[in-house]
């Protein structure tokens, strides 16, 4: 086999592969050994019938796809190693109508999308400000105030109204020009007034309803609700509500401290407590940021022309690391888009940037680490490996059969150094 690689305009090219004759007869042999196990011929045994009287009954060419198959698939690959591109994308291949024949060279084409190339700016010397991380008596307060509406029971209002905050319990039915559609019932609804977790609009005109009352709230679907007979028209829901609960905060005590974090035993400790803890979350914020914001630099001073594959197949990653997201909660990406009134194609429109920037952000870090020469030793990647088992509670050796082997590791540890590289080259305020 030969090979061949024409540079084309932006990231494409043209990949031009030949395959000798002898070659094309033992994929040929191999498609015949494969279709003749499933043929039953008079005569003969399944799997029996000679070649030359297959191929007189039912041609030669009756070989040729599952011929072009094992062609395709393996010079393909090898085209790859002999040529060192690196492919983003599938590719689009061609090859003439006659040119596939017994005892004749096969040659194809495959237009191919490759990494491109990173043009590096400046990445040494970036100058970046590091945020304070003092943390006050008022923010420690606004912490304990989260614990402790974490911990208030909801309990039942006998009077008054519906107030934000207050979860109405309902239930409700919706219509659109009089006719109720589907998936706008629900019985026994507990909706917390001010989550937004309804369609806009929907939650505020409950504020100031009674236990018992019956209303009818107006509202618009949004232009990008997920059901089309829907997006962007009017709708009535007609609500009943049936019961309102309050939130009822327990006394801010030493006693709701020792609920709140079982080490301490007093008010004052777990303030003490939050003070130091909140200090080394603002570190370890303050410190990604630092290095958030170095790379964003040294991407943003890169020339690179991402290709769009390399965009869609990010895409793909969010989608599937959002929806492994959701699933640890007990949803789907069905129920995420039914009660945010969005769908894939709306989620792929919104995040279609950040997953642009992504893709450019790990191919100048993968540059940067070319021209500095940085690599992942043997002994990082053991210190990572070890560092995973402790976490995962599993053995190195379990984990490496997890992932199909060290590559992620080595790629991620890599990036990591590099990442530290940045830091220790950057000017920091």
């Known amino acids: 086999m030969s090979a061949k ?10 990949l031009t592969v030949e395959v000798p004759a002898e070659e094309v007869n033992a994929a040929l042999d191999a498609a015949f050994k494969k279709v003749v196990k499933q043929i039953n011929v008079p005569g003969f045994r399944k799997g029996k019938m000679p070649r030359q009287l297959f191929e007189k009954k039912f041609g030669v060419e009756s070989l040729y796809q599952d011929a072009l198959d094992i062609l395709l698939q393996a010079n393909y690959t090898k085209a790859i190693d002999e040529t060192g591109i690196s492919p983003v994308d599938q590719p689009e291949i061609d090859f003439a109508p006659d040119a596939l024949g017994k005892n004749q060279p096969f040659t194809f084409t495959a237009k191919v999308v490759v ?65 109720a559609f589907d998936g706008g019932k629900g019985d026994d609804y507990a909706l917390e007034i001010g989550s937004n977790s309804f369609i806009p609009g929907f939650e505020e005109q409950l504020i100031g309803a009674k236990t018992g009352d019956e209303k009818d709230v107006e509202i618009t679907f949004p232009e990008e ?169 599993m053995t190195a050796d379990q984990i490496t059969a997890a992932l199909g082997g060290t590559s992620i590791i080595t790629h991620d540890v890599k990036v990591q150094k590099t990442v530290e590289f940045l830091v220790e080259n950057a000017k920091i305020a």
């Open 5 to 14: 690689w024409e540079k084309q305009e932006g990231n494409n090219g043209l």
């Open 115 to 179: 990494i491109p190339e990173v043009q590096l700016g400046d990445y040494k010397g970036l100058e970046v400000s590091k945020e304070s991380v003092e943390v006050t008596d008022e923010e420690v307060e606004a912490i304990l105030a989260e614990n402790q509406a974490r911990l208030a029971e909801l309990v039942v209002k006998e009077e008054g109204a519906v107030e934000n905050g207050d979860t109405a319990v309902i239930d409700f039915e919706g219509f659109q020009d009089g006719v």
């Open 225 to 393: 609700y997920h059901a089309a007979e829907l997006a962007g028209k009017p709708a009535v829901f007609k609500v009943t509500v049936k019961e309102i609960k309050a939130k009822e905060l327990p006394e801010l005590n030493d006693d709701l401290a020792s609920e709140i974090d079982s080490e301490v035993e007093t008010l004052d400790a777990l303030r003490a407590k939050l003070q130091e803890t909140t200090a080394k979350q603002k570190e370890e914020a303050v410190e990604g940021k630092l290095r958030d914001d170095l790379v964003e630099a040294a991407a943003a001073n890169a020339t690179i022309d991402v290709p769009e594959a390399m965009v869609e197949t990010e895409l793909n990653r969010m989608l599937q690391e959002f929806n492994q997201q959701l699933q640890m909660q007990g949803l789907n990406l069905d129920f995420y888009y039914q009660i945010s009134g969005t769908d894939e194609a709306s989620f792929r429109a919104e995040r279609k940037e950040e997953a642009a920037q992504r893709v450019r952000v790990s191919l100048v870090l993968d540059a940067i680490a070319e021209a500095e020469g940085i690599e992942a030793t043997e002994a990082d990647i053991e210190a990572e490996l070890a560092k995973m088992a402790e976490q995962f509670k």
